[in-house]
C-alpha cells in the first residue's frame, strides 16, 4: 500500500502492532462462534460491500468457506474504527475497514476490495512488496514512522506520510502457519508538513541572518552584490543576477553567479539583450519598473532566430533558461535601486508563494546593504572633498597673504620711495581685493543654498554690464598677461538684471579664462542677440577641457588642474555662477573641442521689454557717472572695535582725509568717551565681548545726547539678517570689513555735525 520511503525509519518486532482498542477486541471475540456470514455483519459499509462482493471469482472463494484466522481478523478490523489493512493468501488479497476507506480517494476505493496486491499497489509495489514477502516469510513485523509513501489519491500521486506496522496473521490452515498480513496505519501527513513548515521557517530564518551577516561586513557595492549572490547559489537558486539602476535609469548588471561557472559569462551577456531575447531580461525590468515582485514558474524562450550570436538558442537548455523564476526589487523609501532575480533550473521543484517572500526579504536586505554602501562611498568622498577643500581654502588665503605680509615690510623700509610706495599700495588693494571676493563668494554659496539670495533688478544696458565686468578683472588680465578682446551690438541692448550679480558672474568666467590659460594669450568677451535673448561669450585659447570633466565642471567645490602649475581654486565660482544665471532665469554652458583646444563659456539672458533701442543724443547716457558727495571733514568719529589694530589704522586713515578722529577699545571706554567727546559719528564694531555693539548702541540711544550720534555698524557679519537686525537696533549705517576708503567716505556724507 506504500511507496518509495522519502523520510522515515522501521524496525522489527510486534510489541506496537497491537493498535486495536480492548472494547473493540472484545466485542469481537465474543462473536467468534458464529458461521455463515455473521462475521460481516457490524462491519459498516465495507461489511456491506463484502457481504455483496463476488468472492467465488477470487482465489479466497465464499466467505462461508475463509478459515477461522481470515474470518476473526476480518471481523476485528470491521468492528474497529482504527485504520485496518489486510493482505490475505499468497497474491495478498485486499481486504480493509471504513477507517482505511477514508484514507484512499476513488483510485483505490471501493475497486481494489478482493484484488490482488501487486495490482492493486502497482506504483509502490517496489516498496511495500518486500515487507510483506518478509512477514509471509516468517521474518516478524516491521515499524515504520512518519514515511514518505506517495499515493495516487485525488487524481495525482500525492505526497502522504505513514506511520504504520506490517504483522502476521497466523493461521492453522496455512502451509506455513502466516496465512497473510495485517496491516495498521495512521497518516501523519499534516503532523509532518507542521513540522517540516517550522523546520523551514528556522531554516529559512538562519538563511536570512546569515544574508544580513554577510552584507553588514561589507561596505563595498559591488562586493556586497556579488557575495549576495554567490552565497544564495543551492540554498536557494541555481544561479542568481543583480541588476542596478545607473544615473540614466538604465538598469547595468552587477552581479552574477551560476551554480556551474562556466555558464557565468553567459549570464552577463544576458544584461545586454534585449528583452523579447529572454524571458527573464523582460522580467526584470518589469519589476523595477513597477516595484513589484513577480513569480514565474513556468518560462520558455522567445523566438531566438536573430539573438545576437544566437545566444539563446545557443544555451536555452544549458543552462540560462530558468524552469522558474523569481524577481525582486531593491527598493528603499520608496525608489527602486535595481532588481535582483534567482533562477531554477528544470520543472521538479518550482518556486512557489514562499519563495517569492523570500525572495522580497533577501531584496529588502540588499537594498537596504547597497544603500548604506553607496551612503558610506559618498560619506568617504565627502570627507576628502572637505579635506581637499580646507587644503585649497588654505592655500587661496595664505596666497594673497603672503603679498600683503611683504608690502607691510616694504612700506616700513621705504617710506621715502614714493614709486615702490604707490606699487606697494595697488598690490595691497588687489590681494585684498581678492581676499573680500574670496570670502564673498563662500557667502554667496551659502545663502544659495539657503534660498536667501533676492536679486534686485534694474533695467539697464548691456554694454555698461560689459564694460564693468571688464573694468574689475583688467588687474588680473594684466598680471596673466592676456589681452581682453570686447565684442558688443551697435544698438543700445538693455536687460533687465541684477547689475552686481551679473558684473559678478561675468568677472568670474573673465577670471578663469585668465587663470586656464597660457601667457602671452587672448581671451574673446562677445555679446551677440540671438531672438528675444542676449548671449554673451568668454572664448580662451588656453588648457582646454577635457570630456570626462564636463560633468562636474559646475559641481560645488569640484576642480580641475589649471594651467602652468596653478591651483585650480575652491571650486566655487562656476557654481555660483550658474545658480544666479538660473536665478536669472538663464542659461551658462560650456564648450571645450577637448585638451589644449581652448574652452567657452556662454551666458544665456532674457532680453529687457523693449530691450532694443537708439539713444538720441541729446539723452544722457544711462549709467553715466555722477559726483559722489563730500563727506563733511569736521565730522568728529569714534572708531569703536576690540581689534586695537584695526581700530588704530582706521583712526589714522579717518585723520589723513581731515577728519576728527580718535578709537575705543571696548563698550565701556566707548561710553566713557562719547560723553566726554561727544562725537558726532560712531563706527561701531558689533561682535566686541563683554558688552557688544548692540548693547553699546541701545546705551547710547538711551542718553540724552545719543539721540543725534549717527550710528554705523562696522562688522564683519554681513548678510541681510544681519543688516535687519542693526536697522531694529536704530543703527543709521551697516558696512561690512573690510570696507573700502571710498565706500566709507560715501556712508560718512550723509552725516552731518
Known amino acids: 500500500m506504500f511507496g518509495v520511503a522519502a523520510r522515515g525509519r522501521r524496525r522489527s518486532g510486534g510489541a506496537r502492532s497491537q493498535w486495536i482498542l480492548e472494547s473493540d477486541l472484545k466485542e469481537t471475540l465474543d462473536q467468534t462462534g458464529d458461521d455463515g456470514l455473521a462475521f460481516l455483519a457490524r462491519g459498516g459499509q465495507m461489511g456491506a460491500l463484502m457481504r455483496a462482493h463476488p468472492w467465488a471469482n477470487t482465489p479466497l472463494g465464499a466467505p462461508e468457506q475463509w478459515s477461522e484466522g481470515l474470518k476473526t481478523t476480518v471481523r476485528l478490523a470491521l468492528n474497529t474504527r482504527h485504520p485496518v489493512f489486510i493482505f490475505w493468501g499468497p497474491d495478498g488479497i485486499c481486504l480493509y475497514n471504513?477507517?482505511?476507506?477514508?484514507?484512499?480517494?476513488?483510485?483505490?476505493?471501493?475497486?481494489?476490495?478482493?484484488?490482488?496486491?501487486?495490482?492493486?499497489?502497482?506504483?509502490?509495489?517496489?516498496?511495500?512488496?518486500?515487507?510483506?514477502?518478509?512477514?509471509?516469510?516468517?521474518?516478524?513485523?516491521?515499524?515504520?514512522?512518519?514515511?514518505?509513501?506517495?499515493?495516487?489519491?485525488?487524481?495525482?500521486?500525492?505526497?502522504?506520510?505513514?506511520?504504520?506496522s506490517y504483522g502476521p496473521i497466523h493461521d492453522g490452515a496455512a502451509a506455513s502457519g502466516i496465512g497473510g498480513v495485517l496491516v495498521l496505519c495512521t497518516e501523519t501527513t499534516e503532523i509532518v508538513r507542521a513540522k517540516r513548515s517550522q523546520d523551514e521557517i528556522a531554516e529559512t530564518a538562519s538563511f536570512v541572518n546569515e544574508i544580513g551577516e554577510i552584507l553588514s561586513r561589507l561596505q563595498d557595492q559591488d562586493s556586497s552584490m556579488q557575495q549576495l549572490v554567490r552565497y544564495c547559489i543551492g540554498a536557494f537558486c541555481d544561479w542568481?543576477?543583480?541588476?542596478?539602476?545607473?544615473?540614466?535609469?538604465?538598469?547595468?548588471?552587477?552581479?552574477?553567479?551560476?551554480?556551474?561557472?562556466?555558464?557565468?559569462?553567459?549570464?552577463?551577456?544576458?544584461?545586454?539583450?534585449?528583452?523579447?531575447?529572454?524571458?527573464?531580461?523582460?522580467?526584470?525590468?518589469?519589476?523595477?519598473?513597477?516595484?513589484?515582485?513577480?513569480?514565474?514558474?513556468?518560462?520558455?524562450?522567445?523566438?531566438?532566430?536573430?539573438?545576437?550570436?544566437?545566444?539563446?538558442?545557443?544555451?536555452?537548455?544549458?543552462?540560462?533558461?530558468?524552469?522558474?523564476?523569481?524577481?525582486?526589487?531593491?527598493?528603499?523609501?520608496?525608489?527602486?535601486?535595481?532588481?535582483?532575480?534567482f533562477a531554477r533550473l528544470g520543472t521538479a521543484n518550482p518556486y512557489n508563494s514562499a519563495d517569492l517572500e523570500l525572495a522580497q526579504e533577501i531584496a529588502r536586505r540588499a537594498a537596504v546593504a547597497l544603500d548604506n554602501a553607496r551612503l558610506f562611498d559618498s560619506l568617504q568622498q565627502?570627507?576628502?572633498?572637505?579635506?581637499?577643500?580646507?587644503?585649497?581654502?588654505?592655500?587661496?588665503?595664505?596666497?594673497?597673504?603672503?603679498?600683503?605680509?611683504?608690502?607691510?615690510?616694504?612700506?616700513?623700509?621705504?617710506?621715502?620711495?614714493?614709486?615702490?610706495?604707490?606699487?606697494?599700495?595697488?598690490?595691497?588693494?588687489?590681494?585684498?581685493?581678492?581676499?573680500?571676493?574670496?570670502?564673498?563668494?563662500?557667502?554667496?554659496?551659502?545663502?544659495?543654498?539657503?534660498?536667501?539670495?533676492?536679486?534686485?533688478?534694474?533695467?539697464?544696458?548691456?554694454?555698461?554690464?560689459?564694460?564693468?565686468?571688464?573694468?574689475?578683472?583688467?588687474?588680473?588680465?594684466?598680471?596673466?598677461r592676456q589681452q581682453l578682446m570686447l565684442s558688443a551690438p551697435d544698438v543700445d541692448v538693455r536687460v533687465n538684471v541684477d547689475t552686481v550679480r551679473l558684473v559678478q558672474v561675468l568677472g568670474n568666467l573673465i577670471n578663469n579664462a585668465c587663470k586656464?590659460?597660457?601667457?602671452?594669450?587672448?581671451?574673446?568677451?562677445?555679446?551677440?542677440?540671438?531672438?528675444?535673448?542676449?548671449?554673451?561669450?568668454?572664448?580662451?585659447?588656453g588648457i582646454g577641457i577635457a570630456a570626462d570633466q564636463m560633468s562636474r565642471l559646475f559641481r560645488l567645490f569640484s576642480q580641475i588642474p589649471a594651467a602652468s602649475g596653478q591651483g585650480a581654486g575652491l571650486g566655487i565660482g562656476l557654481a555660483l555662477s550658474r545658480s544666479l544665471i538660473d536665478l536669472h532665469g538663464g542659461r551658462i554652458d560650456v564648450f571645450s573641442a577637448g585638451l589644449n583646444q581652448g574652452s567657452e563659456f556662454s551666458v544665456r539672458l532674457p532680453l529687457a521689454p523693449d530691450a532694443v533701442a537708439t539713444q538720441a543724443d541729446d539723452e544722457p547716457a544711462v549709467g553715466a557717472a555722477v559726483a559722489p558727495a563730500l563727506p563733511d571733514k569736521s565730522l568728529r568719529i569714534l572708531v569703536v572695535d576690540d581689534n586695537e589694530d584695526a581700530a588704530v589704522s582706521l583712526t589714522m586713515l579717518l585723520e589723513q582725509e581731515g577728519f576728527q578722529a580718535e578709537a575705543a577699545f571696548d563698550g565701556e571706554?566707548?561710553?566713557?568717551?562719547?560723553?566726554?567727546?561727544?562725537?558726532?559719528?560712531?563706527?561701531?564694531?558689533?561682535?566686541?565681548?563683554?558688552?557688544?555693539g548692540y548693547e553699546v548702541a541701545k546705551r547710547v540711544r538711551a542718553s540724552a545726547a545719543g539721540q543725534a550720534i549717527r550710528l554705523i555698524a562696522l562688522t564683519g557679519w554681513g548678510q541681510a539678517a544681519d543688516k535687519a537686525r542693526t536697522r531694529q537696533a536704530q543703527f543709521d549705517g551697516h558696512l561690512v570689513k573690510p570696507v573700502g576708503l571710498d565706500e566709507l567716505k560715501a556712508m560718512l556724507a550723509s552725516c552731518r555735525p
Request: glycine share 8%; net charge negative.
Open 240 to 341: 542568481a543576477v543583480i541588476d542596478l539602476a545607473n544615473d540614466s535609469g538604465e538598469l547595468v548588471r552587477e552581479a552574477w553567479a551560476h551554480r556551474e561557472p562556466d555558464h557565468e559569462p553567459a549570464l552577463e551577456e544576458l544584461a545586454t539583450l534585449a528583452p523579447d531575447y529572454h524571458p527573464t531580461q523582460a522580467l526584470l525590468r518589469r519589476v523595477h519598473g513597477t516595484g513589484r515582485a513577480e513569480l514565474r514558474r513556468v518560462l520558455s524562450a522567445s523566438s531566438t532566430d536573430d539573438a545576437p550570436g544566437g545566444l539563446v538558442a545557443e544555451r536555452a537548455g544549458g543552462g540560462v533558461m530558468p524552469g522558474s523564476f523569481v524577481a525582486a526589487s531593491l527598493t528603499i523609501r520608496g525608489q527602486s535601486l535595481g532588481v535582483i532575480g
Open 98 to 164: 471504513d477507517a482505511y476507506s477514508a484514507l484512499v480517494g476513488p483510485e483505490k476505493h471501493p475497486g481494489m476490495l478482493g484484488m490482488p496486491a501487486r495490482q492493486a499497489w502497482g506504483e509502490i509495489w517496489s516498496v511495500i512488496g518486500p515487507q510483506i514477502d518478509l512477514v509471509m516469510a516468517g521474518g516478524g513485523s516491521t515499524w515504520s514512522e512518519n514515511e514518505l509513501i506517495p499515493i495516487m489519491r485525488n487524481g495525482a500521486l500525492e505526497d502522504v506520510y505513514w506511520t504504520y
Open 669 to 692: 571706554q566707548a561710553l566713557e568717551q562719547l560723553a566726554a567727546s561727544a562725537p558726532d559719528v560712531m563706527l561701531l564694531d558689533l561682535g566686541m565681548p563683554g558688552m557688544d
Open 382 to 480: 565627502a570627507d576628502q572633498a572637505k579635506d581637499q577643500f580646507l587644503a585649497t581654502l588654505s592655500h587661496e588665503l595664505r596666497n594673497p597673504l603672503a603679498p600683503v605680509r611683504h608690502a607691510v615690510d616694504l612700506l616700513a623700509a621705504n617710506a621715502e620711495r614714493p614709486d615702490l610706495v604707490a606699487r606697494t599700495t595697488n598690490m595691497l588693494r588687489r590681494q585684498i581685493g581678492q581676499i573680500v571676493h574670496l570670502v564673498d563668494d563662500l557667502l554667496d554659496i551659502s545663502r544659495v543654498n539657503l534660498g536667501k539670495i533676492e536679486l534686485r533688478r534694474e533695467t539697464v544696458p548691456l554694454r555698461q554690464i560689459l564694460d564693468e565686468a571688464i573694468e574689475m578683472t583688467r588687474p588680473v588680465c594684466t598680471e596673466a
Open 516 to 541: 586656464f590659460r597660457e601667457p602671452d594669450n587672448q581671451i574673446d568677451l562677445r555679446a551677440e542677440l540671438d531672438g528675444d535673448e542676449v548671449v554673451i561669450r568668454i572664448r580662451d585659447h
